[in-house]
């Protein structure tokens, strides 16, 4: 395929909060009434500006060797653009985009046609000394497409859009795909020849195949298809010193990896062009079911088991009691169908249970298998079977969750996720201990919280754990209020406790990629030694040392000993 003609940034979803600007849900009598007994009365938060009212810092003027190598076609100094390249997608980004107050943006955006221009722009900026921070699809929740500039005047948004390539080796069942890809794109393209990639991340309608590589991203199918990580069979990185480009083979017995260095680099070491991905033949069976299991210790028992044993569903999750409660209390069935639902998990002894869904895809037998194993697993495990409408209903919803962020944040809340992962063996250890952390915080300042938890991923070996917290925005101070409970957490400056519980992890802050002037040797090689970026998700289980810091917990004094051993 072609690239595509069109060559401008896009501009198609909301500037201050979450995609396609015609869906706003709203929030029901009963949602208003639970959060309003939950979490206290809300001020409203609206926008304080529009798109045109927000003022930006002045831009550096670019060098004209910059220009002349990318097309001056291909530069953007508009204020929208600089704008929509400004921030990524995490509540930090997004409340200060509602307050309209940035303190920096990118001093133009650069579109490459090509990879060709590409390399062309890395060169030059390399030369000139001008940081660059890759942007794919701009969703990123960790501050990735912060334009920090560091030691470095001038600074621009690489804009990857418009590198669509796509080229697929049916025999071999791979697929070249070119980094500007949003989701969808991928997987229309691969459509066409009867194939799926399997990569859904939440953010999957507007994250692109460069930045699910850059951040090894994991999707809400990955139990079934693999994280992105494992769909990776070769890449590309383009870099201030070079070209990395590794084998096209399934496997391979030398080391290390050069594309283990390139995939999750978070656009610190360089830029990734195009990812060779493994694809499979679309499924043409789809069957999504929820269960209630009768506490979130007998589900995850439940998946333990499962992911211990051939045959996992493509889709797992398990709610705990806070987040069934909860979603149910937000947006689940009303009227004659709540009470009817209700009164049947009354009848089945699980009310205040484990919202269980499970997902197939694949050929009739395949499925046919793996759902005969799994309702096995689920039935013995005492988990109550709830029907395939409510797991439709989760499906069709699966990536409804951020735009409900914003409305959340319109009333006046602040709405956060983290996500981390452990081994079995100290995974409920760690659900209670993290749950508990954010809820002292939130209690801390004033602001007590709805803390909702699910287990999002599952491997022998483990599993992770996404939490989702909703508490009252401290209005005129919302980014303190984030701030300082990072920062309780993180200097431990609060009472001791009899149990005492790791933090979520801090805001990592990766650096621009930069060339090689102004506090760099020149060589290309600095912009490795600057590679200070952490990616947000742990999914490999005993990855938790990521999460909870060793430092972090030597500075929790009360936090038994044995504890400490196994947390670092
Ligand atoms: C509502 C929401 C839901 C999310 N759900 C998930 C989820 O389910 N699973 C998950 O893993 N993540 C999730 N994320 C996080 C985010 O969407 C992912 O990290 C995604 O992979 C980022 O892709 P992107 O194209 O938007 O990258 P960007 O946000 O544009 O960039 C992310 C980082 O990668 C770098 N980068 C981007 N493209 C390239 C490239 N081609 N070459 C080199 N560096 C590059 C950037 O510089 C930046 O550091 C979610 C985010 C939001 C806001």
């Known amino acids: 395929m072609p690239y595509k003609g069109d060559m401008t940034p896009r501009r198609d979803a909301k500037w201050w909060g979450w995609g396609d600007t015609a869906i706003e849900p709203t929030l029901d009598d009963q949602a ?40 001056e076609e291909n530069v953007f100094r508009g204020d929208e653009d600089r704008l929509r390249h400004a921030t990524g997608r995490g509540y930090v980004d997004l409340a200060r985009l509602r307050n309209g107050a940035l303190t920096a943006a990118p001093d133009a955006v650069v579109v490459p046609t090509g990879a060709e221009a590409l390399r062309r722009a890395i060169e030059v900026c390399t ?22 500039r560091g030691p470095h005047e001038r600074l621009i948004s ?48 507007y994250a692109t195949i460069g930045g699910f590589a850059a951040t090894r991203s994991a999707g809400q199918a990955s139990s079934g298809y693999g994280r992105f990580d494992a769909l990776v069979s070769s890449v590309r990185l383009l870099t201030p010193a070079g070209e990395i480009s590794t084998l096209a083979t399934p496997h391979t017995a030398a080391g290390p990896s050069l594309r283990e260095l390139a995939i999750g680099s978070e656009g610190v070491l360089g830029v990734i062009p195009e990812v060779t991905v493994r694809v499979r033949p679309a499924p043409s069976v789809r069957r999504y079911e929820a269960w209630m299991a009768e506490s979130f210790e007998a589900g995850t028992e439940i998946v333990r088991g499962m992911a211990q044993a051939p045959g996992l569903p493509t889709v797992i999750r398990v709610s705990d009691e806070e987040e069934t409660e909860g979603t149910l209390a937000l947006s689940g069935p009303r009227g004659l169908g709540g009470r009817l639902f209700d ?67 319109g009333r006046g809340a602040m709405v956060e996720t983290l996500e981390t992962s452990h081994t079995w063996s100290r995974f409920g250890e760690l659900h209670q201990a993290v749950a508990g952390a954010i809820r002292s915080s939130l209690d801390g300042q004033g602001t007590p919280g709805l803390v909702f938890c699910h ?25 303190e209020q984030w701030a300082g409970g990072q920062a309780r957490r993180l200097r431990g400056d609060r009472r001791p406790r009899r149990h005492d519980h790791p933090p979520p992890r801090r805001r990592p802050r990766p650096r621009p990629l930069h060339g090689g002037r102004g506090g760099s040797d020149g060589t290309g090689a600095a912009s490795l030694r600057q590679g200070a970026a952490r990616p947000r998700r742990d999914h490999e289980p005993g990855q938790a040392r990521a999460v909870t810091g060793a430092a972090v917990i030597r500075e929790e004094a009360t936090t038994p000993p044995e504890r400490l051993r196994s947390f670092r």
């Open 158 to 205: 690489l804009d990857l859009g418009a590198l669509q390539e796509v080229e697929v080796d049916r025999r071999s069942l791979t697929a070249r795909l070119g980094a500007g890809l949003r989701g969808p794109e991928a997987e229309a393209a691969l459509a066409g020849e009867g194939l799926t990639l399997g990569h859904f991340p939440q953010s999957f309608e």
């Open 127 to 148: 030369a000139e000394g001008v940081a660059i921070v890759p942007f794919g699809g701009g969703t990123s929740v960790v501050g990735g497409v912060e334009p920090l």
């Open 455 to 479: 287990l999002s991923h599952a491997y022998a070996d483990g599993a992770s754990l996404y939490f989702t917290f909703i508490s009252r925005a401290r209005r005129g101070a919302e980014l």
């Open 32 to 71: 208003l009434a639970v959060l309003r007994e939950r979490i206290g009365e809300l001020e409203p938060w609206p926008l304080s500006r529009s798109l045109e009212e927000v003022e930006l810092p002045a831009a550096e003027p670019l060098p004209q060797t910059l220009i002349a190598a990318v097309g």
């Open 343 to 409: 009164g049947y998990l009354g009848v089945r002894g699980r009310r205040g249970g484990a919202l269980t869904i499970v997902g197939f895809e694949g050929e009739e037998e395949s499925v046919a298998r793996r759902r005969a194993l799994a309702v096995r697993a689920l039935r013995a495990g005492g988990a109550a079977y709830l029907g395939q409408a409510a797991g439709r209903s989760w499906e069709h919803g699966r990536y409804r969750g951020p735009y409900l962020r914003d409305t959340l944040m």
